[in-house]
């Protein structure tokens, strides 16, 4: 499955990218939901959606144990919750110049990325395509995530508030020592496993097929991750509605109401 190089790659470079059990069929299911689920519109180059669907073959995916089992040796925890989840397309745009987001999306302190369990969320990105070079990939910057755990780790305001899902733009960063911005390539099937407080952010689809992937993220069953409000009511009746369509034995994912 995993091993421990592959946690303190986590833990030093925020991401690592393996193989999984999921079967192929499994896989062009899932991207065959993502077709009916994410329609390019207006020729836009993105397409998402966030915590609002109930398609059989991504259901299938979330309720994987493989999912879970990954986030609990991530952790360093005995049990995680389900937290979120996310469905990309990133569609080409041939003849476009390269460029790319740069953010992050969750805080934590170093305590809390060092501790046992670990306090921060661990985020699935599962490949439903190849991610080649010119296929969309998510550009990222090694590490930055340690030294802005460090940072705000001296914020005292933030000390009732972390960790909490927020999204932050690279400019709007502290001004710390960051590596340079490399590319995850990734096999359709493969999953990158990362923490979102490090810099990273999408890429333009130079190719000419769509990039598609489904995220699922977990966090220790004692560790409460804040949420913006309007993301935190869409998270409790999405978690209701999978209480209800999850099978029996799965249900157990989900944090109870």
């Known amino acids: 499955m995993i091993d421990e190089q592959d946690i303190q790659r986590f833990l030093e470079d925020g991401a690592f990218t393996v193989d999984t059990p999921i079967s192929t069929d499994r896989i062009t ?6 077709d009916r689920l994410l329609p390019q519109k207006d020729g836009r180059p993105r ?11 991504l259901i299938d995916l979330i309720q994987d144990p493989f999912f879970e089992q990954v986030a609990r040796h991530v952790l360093d925890s005995p049990a995680v919750y389900f937290f979120q989840t996310a469905i990309i397309t ?4 041939p003849g476009v110049e390269f460029s790319f987001d740069q953010h992050v999306d969750t805080q934590y302190t170093l305590s809390d990325l060092d501790g046992s ?3 921060l969320t661990c985020s699935f990105f599962l490949w439903l395509s190849d991610v080649a070079a010119d296929q969309a990939p998510m550009m990222y910057r090694p590490g930055s995530h340690r030294p802005l755990a460090a940072h705000w ?3 005292t305001d933030l000390v009732d508030e972390i960790p909490r899902i927020i999204g932050i733009k690279l400019a709007d960063l502290p001004d710390l020592n960051y590596a340079e911005p490399q590319p995850l390539l990734a096999k359709a099937g493969q999953v990158s496993v990362l923490t979102t407080g490090m810099v990273h952010g999408a890429s333009v689809n130079t190719g000419d097929t769509p990039r598609k992937a ?3 993220t977990f966090h220790d069953v004692d560790v ?3 949420l913006p409000e309007v993301q935190e009511v869409t998270k409790r009746k999405y978690d209701a509605m999978l209480r209800n369509i999850l099978s029996p034995e799965r249900r157990h994912i989900v944090r109870p109401s």
Do not use: H, K, W
């Open 224 to 226: 409460p991750v804040g």
């Open 117 to 119: 369990p670990r306090r």
């Open 90 to 93: 990133a569609f080409p745009q």
């Open 29 to 34: 299911a899932a991207a065959e939901a993502l």
């Open 47 to 57: 397409s998402g959606a966030t915590c609002n669907y109930d398609d059989p073959a």
């Open 153 to 155: 780790e001296t914020q």
């Open 214 to 216: 489904m995220v699922i």
